[in-house]
């Protein structure tokens, strides 16, 4: 480690407010396939878990479903500090860990995935339009954890993910692509986080 990341380190460390608790980062499919990719995410949970989070979520958008299966196998294998639960855009099964990870075709898609579930169960008869709340959508989510710190790397933009989750999350978007980030790269975020006055939408 050198002497900058120590430095930043001891500001993130020093500085009052509290840290993120839930951290996501939003990357893609074509970001794993660098090389190091697999390093750098079982590097990141380290770092996260390290300064302060207590979940860290991973969304990783692909534009082919079929991908998925082969995604899941070698995430949910992936060296990291803590236990995984992985999920598909189609899985129903609930899962708690600490580290959660999504792969998905974008937050458009699963938005409609769960109504979609949600206007079967008014068909069905099972719940009254008028009663319909913003749980039954969010307990359809693949994983409803509303984020603290939402970090994207490589360009402005939330690849179409967290469309409900990231709604009063504080975003971090840095021009450092997926294959070089680094412990710095995250101190830098955490920081920025710590700085910033949450108003949670008021």
Known sequence: ?????????????????????????????????????YRILGDFFEWAFAFGAERVLLYVGVLDAAAVPALRRVLAEVDAPRPIAVRGPEDDRRAEAPIQVSIG???K???ASATRAVAKRVAAGDLDPEAITEEDLEERLVFPTDP????????????????????????YFTDVNWRDFRRRDYLRA???YKRRQRRFGR
Not at 18 to 29: C, Y
Not at 152 to 168: M, N, P
């Open 105 to 107: 075709l974008g937050g």
């Open 148 to 171: 603290d710190l939402v970090v994207k790397t490589g360009a402005e933009r939330l690849s179409d993910f967290l469309i409900w989750q990231s709604v009063y999350s504080e975003l």
């Open 190 to 192: 955490v920081l920025d």
């Open 1 to 37: 480690m050198g002497l900058y990341d120590r430095y930043l380190a001891a500001r993130v460390r020093r500085h009052d407010a509290s840290p993120p608790k839930r951290v996501a980062v939003v990357i893609t499919e074509r970001d794993l396939l660098e090389p190091g990719a």
């Open 109 to 111: 898609h699963e938005f």
